[in-house]
């Protein structure tokens, strides 16, 4: 299957429509023009994950990883002011509807370290977010969701998920791009 490609984005009324493409069955790539498309794309992953999802986000600092967490965790029903990048302590737990579970991985010494928290507890426990998680892969599980975002201007960023395909799908349909190739959002 030939690889799609990103296509400009559309303007509906006053609202950016972000672009999504799928190069194979088990990818998806979003083009996020804001922090606003940011948070819409956490949403909409909030939407499709289920108890025992883990996904490790990758990017350099500043790149959105904790906006999209923050997203997602609050439209699983945490508490807006409770979440915060758990840089400091590790691990953050949140409670809502699904339990979030929120690891940082920056200031960890190895990824052996990750190891020894204990973090496989958490994975069939709720929905278990790993930032820096490029820093401890060998440590996750094989159907993870792998997130990593590339700054591509000031306020955008590309975002590309590899995730099994049944979860692809849904996805892909739940932000507007329901075939191989998609289109906006």
Request: proline letters at 8%; hydrophobic letters at 40%.
């Amino acid at each position: 299957m030939r690889p799609s490609r990103l296509r400009r984005p559309v303007i509906r009324g006053f609202q950016t429509v972000m672009i999504v493409a799928r190069p194979d069955a088990g990818m998806i790539d979003v083009s996020l023009d804001s922090e606003e498309e940011t948070a819409r794309l956490g949403r909409a992953i909030a939407g499709v994950v289920e108890v025992g999802t883990v996904i490790g986000l990758i990017g350099p600092l500043g790149a959105g990883k904790t906006r999209l967490t923050r997203a997602l965790a609050e439209e699983l029903g945490v508490d807006p002011g409770a979440i915060s990048s758990p840089t400091f302590v590790l691990i953050q737990e949140y409670e809502g509807r699904v339990p979030v579970h929120h690891f940082d991985t920056y200031r960890l010494t190895s990824p052996s370290a990750f190891e020894e928290l204990g973090v496989a507890e958490y994975w069939n426990a709720g929905v278990s977010i790993v930032e820096w998680a490029d820093r401890v892969s060998e440590w996750l599980p094989a159907d993870r969701w792998t997130i990593t975002l590339e700054p591509t201007g000031p306020t955008s960023r590309r975002a590309r998920i590899e995730l099994p395909p049944g979860p692809a799908d849904r996805l892909a349909e739940a932000i507007g791009g329901k075939g191989p190739s998609c289109g906006s959002w």
